[in-house]
């Protein structure tokens, strides 16, 4: 693997357990490459496609993943921290359990994606696609969720606890047993019409 690579194709490759340091990769598909248990540090992926990849108890840290395209990759046990996923989609992913502590996942999109008991701490998701997920059971506090679409989602015993959800329209969720501050009850008391006195 050299520093830079760019409109490269790799296959069937084991980086198992490889760690990955200050590479960018622009425009590259990545098929059915194992990066299990890979640690990522300062690396950048831009446009990047990744199909039937394994990132099983992988490690990413300060890691951007722009505009990336995840197709039926798996995520099992796998931890991103203070990474940046701007604009990335993910589509028939395995996402569980996840860990996801600080970084920026504005404008990603998670459309129905089965995120029930991940951990998502700190991050900023301005603006991401969360239509008809599944959150049951997460942890879900201090993220940014200005702007984000929510309708449908699964909210059931999820700890909301010091995130944005003034555009959290609640009578469109499933929200029983969800953990939230004392704020955050104004905040949706207000969505819901009441005035405050």
Not at 116 to 141: H, K
């Amino acid at each position: 693997m050299l520093d830079q690579n760019e409109g490269v194709t790799l296959r069937d490759e084991d980086w198992y357990g490889e760690e990955i340091a200050d590479r960018r990769f622009v425009d590259c598909h990545f098929e059915r490459i194992d990066l299990t248990e890979a640690v990522t540090r300062g690396v950048a992926f831009t446009g990047c496609t990744f199909g039937n990849v394994s990132f099983n108890a992988s490690r990413h840290v300060a890691t951007a993943f722009t505009r990336c395209v995840f197709r039926r990759c798996n995520f099992f046990a796998a931890e991103f921290t203070g990474c940046k996923l701007v604009g990335s989609t993910f589509d028939q992913c395995d996402l569980r359990p996840l860990t996801v502590v600080g970084g920026d996942w504005s404008f990603v999109a998670l459309p129905a994606a089965d995120l029930r008991g991940v951990r998502v701490v700190d991050v900023r998701m301005r603006e991401a696609d969360l239509t008809g997920v599944d959150l049951t059971g997460a942890t879900v506090t201090g993220v940014d969720l200005s702007g984000a679409q929510l309708r449908h989602a699964k909210l059931s015993r999820a700890d909301l606890r010091g995130s944005d959800l003034t555009n959290l329209d609640p009578t469109e969720v499933e929200r029983a047993g969800a953990i939230v501050s004392a704020e955050q009850t104004v905040v949706i008391a207000q969505a819901l019409g009441f005035q405050i006195g």
